[in-house]
């Protein structure tokens, strides 16, 4: 049965009302028009949107969550890259201090040998010029030393006086536990030339290198050998 809900006419079939006309009916019964919208309970629909709005909160905590985890794990491993960085940069800084102090301290020890063993002169000059250390532990320190020559009675006690002071210094340099490749004197004397005027000169040169330092017998060796152990050497005429 149909009802016509603008005027409640009532009939079996047809799709528009025999009274009035309209197409708007009102099902009774089990029997409704076509144009009938079955709708769902007030209590089933607001069930279902809090049903769905339950899942969408579920999915946003869901992905809130994940993203918070996402971030943390990343914070996390940039923490561990930080950590591994600074302590490689903590390595290698210690490494480059440690190998500046060994440096260092090698080049403090072969200054004091040499002050020690040279001691002070007997001219009105300073008897170490200058003293340079160059390379590195690894591959052996090169030790060039600049001195005055101390005055004696003659060239020949001049030249002794300098052989003296290169071996001292060697004997001590060569015998300790400085890694050094090569030395080098440089020895100058107050020479006068032909128009009279006197100044500082070189009148030595005297080297002497690891391989053959290693070779010499150090209790049974003398300065007066010093000439027929040399690398290289040069003497003054007047020596």
């Known amino acids: ?29 089990a029997s409704y028009s076509e144009k ?18 339950a899942k969408r909160d579920e999915l946003n905590k869901a992905r809130a969550k994940k993203g918070v985890i996402g971030c943390f794990g990343l914070i996390i491993i940039l923490i561990i890259i930080g950590i591994i960085v600074g302590v ?37 000059v300073d008897k170490i010029s200058k003293i340079d250390v160059l390379g590195s532990k690894t591959d ?11 005055d004696n009675l003659s060239g ?11 071996y001292d210094v060697l004997g001590q340099l060569y015998q300790s536990d ?25 009148v030595m040169k005297y080297e002497l290198d690891r391989e053959t330092a290693n070779k010499i017998n150090w209790s049974n060796f003398s300065y007066n050998d010093l000439p027929d152990v040399a690398v290289s050497q040069y003497w003054h005429s007047s020596l």
């Open 1 to 29: 049965m149909r009802v016509c809900i603008d005027c409640g006419n009532e009939q079996e079939d047809g799709n528009f009302c025999k009274n009035c006309g309209a197409s708007t009916f009102e099902r009774t019964n």
């Open 36 to 53: 009938d919208t079955p709708q769902q309970p007030a209590s089933k629909v607001s069930q279902n949107i809090d049903h769905e709005k």
């Open 88 to 124: 490689s940069s903590e390595d290698l800084d210690d490494g480059e201090t440690d190998k500046a102090t060994t440096t260092s301290n090698f080049e403090n020890q072969i200054e004091e040998i040499v002050k020690d063993e040279l001691g002070k002169g007997n001219r009105d």
């Open 140 to 150: 052996g320190y090169i030790v060039n030393i600049h001195f005055a020559l101390d």
């Open 156 to 166: 020949d006690y001049i030249k002794k006086g300098a052989l003296m002071d290169v």
């Open 178 to 202: 400085i890694p050094i490749k090569s030395v080098f004197f440089l020895g100058t004397f107050s020479m006068k030339d032909k128009y009279g005027n006197v100044s500082e000169s070189m």
